[in-house]
């Protein structure tokens, strides 16, 4: 690809003093888990957001299992999920034994409506689990209010909204606990899997660090069910040194999706991302939305420009939830979604040149046919 999705290599580039002095500093030390590296890198995380604990753990998947875990949600709870997303926030919820409750987006941001929660509550719904999909904040203000008169927990999924906010508030700190990601592609990506739990909640915070440990405060006393998440010295010794570049690096992001919204307005069957008003958007993707998707992709691979689709197959139709018995219709915003929208490449390390290109090529694609 001339333009790819996503190319690794430049952070590297950019970053090798830092990330070379970073992986000598673990293997000098010795020390491999549960070390100096991390402990660190919780703190900063912890105060670049704002928030009182960071605990750093093996992935996102399991940052927001491990807040459920440590909620007591399992069998026989149910938790509202976006209908729109990654499965990734549904499969914590099926992970604890609960079930995970579909929630239509608003279409213009793809986040959790708000509007749409209330029908939803029952007495066996314990918690709200919104994405911040795309590195847009969702609307947290409404969705806080639904929980506070339902009695419901707010689990924020912030794995791909590193650096965004919302009314001055960072993501991470929007809802009562967050689900961070690491993995390799995000705006804040460490070199393999990595994730986190944010919250302001000291008791919850030190429940998920026995969690996280085998359900273990001291070695081999269990206290109860864990499991082994731990985000690694090595991990934390790379995500410490891009912590130090992700304001930088984002504000890139935010150039670059400022020339695709200037140079592709007004395109006829082309939607462009909308906002949640007073959000910061993170620009994790910047994702496009026509009935010509397919015929749009094909274009760009013809071109050399490389895209993706956040995601094909919304959770609900997925084979993983087939036993579940949601069938074709049952939510047909997110389906519609999964047919029409499509990621074009934004990085820090896509050039404004790059990024012209693509939108003279999806330009020639809606002038020509
Ligand atoms: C919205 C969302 N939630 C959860 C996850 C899971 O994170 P991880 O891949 O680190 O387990 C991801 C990322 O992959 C994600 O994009």
Redesign the pocket.
């Given at each position: 690809m001339k333009i790819p999705i996503l190319d690794l290599k430049p952070a590297y580039e950019e970053l090798r003093t830092e990330l070379d002095a970073a992986y000598h500093r673990v293997m000098e030390s010795g020390r491999v888990l549960f070390g100096e590296e991390l402990a660190a890198f919780e703190d900063e995380y912890a105060k670049s957001i704002g928030v009182a604990h960071c605990v750093g753990v093996a992935?996102?998947?399991?940052a927001?299992q491990l807040v459920l875990m440590a909620r007591g949600i399992g069998p026989g709870d149910e938790v509202i999920v976006p209908s729109h997303?990654?499965i990734?926030?549904w499969l914590a919820v099926t992970h604890v034994g609960a079930h995970p409750i579909p929630c239509e987006p608003n279409p213009h941001t793809y986040n959790l409506d708000p509007a749409k929660i209330e029908p939803l509550v029952t007495s066996r719904t314990k918690a709200i689990l919104p994405?911040n999909?795309y590195g847009l904040p969702a609307d947290y203000g409404p969705i806080n209010l639904a929980a506070k008169r339902h009695g419901l927990f707010v689990l924020e999924?912030a794995?791909?909204s590193h650096g965004a906010r919302l009314h001055e508030r960072a993501a991470g700190t929007l809802g009562d606990a967050a689900?961070v990601?690491?993995?390799p592609s995000?705006n804040l990506g460490a070199l393999a899997?990595?994730?986190a739990v944010t919250t302001n909640d000291a008791g919850l915070a030190e429940k998920i660090r026995h969690l996280r440990n085998y359900g273990s405060k001291i070695r081999y006393q269990n206290e109860v069910i864990g499991l082994n998440s731990r985000l690694s010295e090595l991990q934390a010794a790379f995500l410490r040194a891009k912590l130090s570049r992700l304001t930088e690096w984002n504000a890139r992001r935010t150039g670059l999706a400022k020339i695709y919204v200037e140079k592709m307005k007004g395109l006829p069957d082309l939607i462009l991302p909308g906002t949640t008003p007073g959000a910061e958007h993170a620009w994790h993707l910047f994702v496009v939305r026509t009935t010509r998707r397919d015929a749009l992709q094909a274009h760009l691979t013809a071109a050399g420009i490389g895209t993706q689709i956040h995601y094909p197959t919304p959770p609900h139709l997925s084979n993983a939830y087939r036993a579940a018995g949601w069938k074709p219709g049952d939510f047909p915003l997110a389906e519609k979604f999964a047919a029409e929208v499509l990621s074009l490449p934004i990085g820090p390390h896509h050039t404004s040149a790059q990024i012209e290109e693509v939108c003279a090529s999806v330009r020639g694609f809606f002038t020509r046919s």
């Open positions: 992935n996102g998947l399991e927001l997303g990654y990734a926030t994405i999909l999924d794995a791909q689900g990601s690491f993995y995000k899997d990595a994730g």
